[in-house]
């Protein structure tokens, strides 16, 4: 197979990064990372012959467009993005500025022969649950976060693009993730990263809120078949588990596999951003990988034993 030229932006990120590490395991992909480190790590990354970092910014053209000319990619996964419920809350204008990356990425993409572009977008975009599970084609996109709004935005100008430019694209709405190498901004690391240390879990609310959560190597796997088998063309597909569990019932099987001595605590509910349920339609995501998902427990032990893990 000839070489590929693979652009990951906000690959110094959780799960930018470890989709870098897997397709930098063929040696036939050149995969290059690039990341502002707003939220990205290089402790995430570590470069060789066939996998770049360069620290610039998607948003500012210049910074980005030299890159494209550089290199000619032939790919283009665009995961990069302010993230964090309680960053994008506290900064509703930083968001809205990822706006100027995707136009710029989607342009160059256009001006340099880009094969396809694959967008990571979120349940975030589905808002409070209208019907479950959130089915891709017939759930209302109801969220007027910040957030949200952006990532709705960002799928509208892929499929404008497509439609305008012929340039395909496959967008990937990504629910709850975890795995080593996840900074402590997220649910499940924040509760690890205490229960390991013995300190009181936090809630947020009675914690009868419920999530679903996909261990990071199904995410990836998902993800990379996708790309490799040409599937999900011009669609979009939920990259998640579809087995929900309330957070309170999270923190408690946490403390009980870490065998902690951690107290449950409970704060104020947020006052927004903190939707009740989520709980994604997963038919395609399952044919993705072709196998069963890695359960919560699994896949709990597996952080919770990697001395990697970001604490």
């Known amino acids: 197979m000839a070489k590929r030229n693979i652009l990951i932006t906000g690959g110094a990120g959780f799960v930018g990064s470890a989709l870098a590490r897997h397709l930098a395991e063929d040696k036939e992909n050149l995969v290059v990372i690039v ?5 990205g790590d290089k402790r995430r990354v570590k470069a060789n012959d066939n996998l770049k970092f ?20 032939d790919y283009v996964f665009h995961y990069a993005a302010v993230v964090g419920v309680k960053r994008t809350l506290e900064n509703p204008i930083q968001v809205l500025d990822d706006l100027k990356g995707m136009r710029n990425v989607l342009d160059l993409c256009k001006n340099t022969g880009v094969k396809r572009v694959f967008f990571s977008s979120s349940s975030e975009v589905y808002g409070e649950p209208v019907e479950l599970p959130q089915h891709e084609h017939t759930t209302p996109l109801n969220s007027r976060l910040p957030y949200a709004i952006v990532k709705n935005a960002g799928e509208a100008f892929l499929k404008s693009y497509y439609q305008e430019y012929g340039l395909e694209y496959t967008i990937f709405r990504f629910f709850n993730t975890y795995g080593p190498f996840q900074s402590k901004d997220f649910v499940i690391s924040k509760f690890v990263a205490a229960a390991l240390k013995n300190k009181d879990i ?13 261990f990071i ?35 408690k099987l946490i403390i009980e596999i ?31 990988i072709g196998r069963k998902p890695i359960d919560l427990k699994q896949g709990l032990s597996n952080v919770i034993s990697n001395p990697d893990f970001f604490i």
Do not use: W
């Open 217 to 251: 190597e199904d995410n990836v796997q998902a993800c990379v078949n996708a790309f490799l088998q040409d599937e999900c063309i011009n669609d979009v597909v939920n990259i998640g588990s579809d087995v929900e569990y309330t957070v309170i019932d999270l923190a």
């Open 202 to 214: 936090t809630i947020y609310g009675d914690g009868m809120q419920t999530r679903t959560f996909c």
């Open 258 to 288: 870490s065998a902690s001595t951690s107290q449950i605590r409970h704060l104020p509910p947020l006052k927004e951003g903190d939707m009740s349920r989520r709980q994604p339609e997963t038919t395609k995501m399952q044919a993705l």
């Open 54 to 73: 360069i620290k610039a910014d998607v948003n500012h053209f210049v910074d980005i467009s030299s890159i494209f000319y550089s290199y000619t990619f």
């Open 35 to 39: 990341d502002n480190l707003l939220t």
